[in-house]
Every structure is written in C-alpha cells, then in structure tokens.
C-alpha cells in the first residue's frame, strides 16, 4: 500500500477487522502494534431451522494470531449432549428433541487463552409451521 509522505508500506492482516499501526510522522516509520486485530471466530450452520435427529453442519471460520499456538475447539451444542473437543473446524450434531438451542464454539490457545461465537438452531417437528408472515 502507498501511505502519503512514507512510500510503499507492507501492511499485513489475517483478519476482516484488520491490524492496528502507529505512524510515526517524526522518523516517517510505521509499526505494527496488534497483528490482524483482535481474534477472530465465526460458527455458521446450514441449518437454522431443523427437525428433531435432522443431521445439523456447524462450521468455525477463523482468524489466528500469528504469534500464538492453536490447540482447537471447543463444541457445547446446548442441549446436555457432552462437549466435543476436536481440532477440526467443521463438526455435525442431531438434536433429539424439539426446542431452541444455543450453539457455541470456543478457540483456544496453548498460552490458556480464548475465544468465542455462538449460533441459535430451532428444531421444530415442522419448521414449516414455525415460519408466520408480519405485514
């Protein structure tokens, strides 16, 4: 990237939310101060709405910082199921019994540290009847 006043600057990211830079205008240097902003994890599903033992597809998305160790994730499904430890970002859950359940994934780092997302899934015996129509 072209930065006025200091030429071409490498400004690395491994994030959507971006790094975060100190312009130092007295020696025209640029530092990096956080790599990639702040951790990054997103739980999407491809299934908002499902039926009772309908096979449900939960995936992490993420962004790591760059100085750290990953050591996975953490699946609590909210529905009394045990926790799935696994270091693999795409995990499948049935839900035996219809109900609103929240979803939630948490990363963690060898250093003890973490971070988290969440994601609602409705299981109706007929989703169908769940939908209503507001005009």
Do not use: C
Request: aromatic share 12%; proline share 4%.
């Amino acid at each position: 990237m072209k930065l006025p006043g200091y030429g071409d600057v490498k400004l690395p990211s491994i994030s959507k939310i971006g790094s975060f830079y100190l312009v130092e205008e007295a020696d025209h240097t640029v530092q990096m101060l956080i790599a990639g902003g702040p951790d990054e994890l997103q739980l999407t599903t491809d299934k908002r709405w499902a039926q009772p033992d309908e096979q449900v597809t939960l995936t992490a998305a993420i962004a790591l910082a760059p100085d750290k160790t990953f050591t996975g994730f953490t699946f609590t499904y909210g529905d009394g199921a045990t926790m799935q430890q696994t270091r693999l970002a795409q995990v499948t859950h049935r839900f035996a019994k219809a109900d609103d359940y929240l979803v939630t994934v948490t990363g963690k780092y060898t250093d003890g540290s973490s971070f988290m997302d969440l994601v609602a899934v409705f299981v109706r015996e007929n989703p169908a009847d769940s939908f209503f129509i507001i005009s």
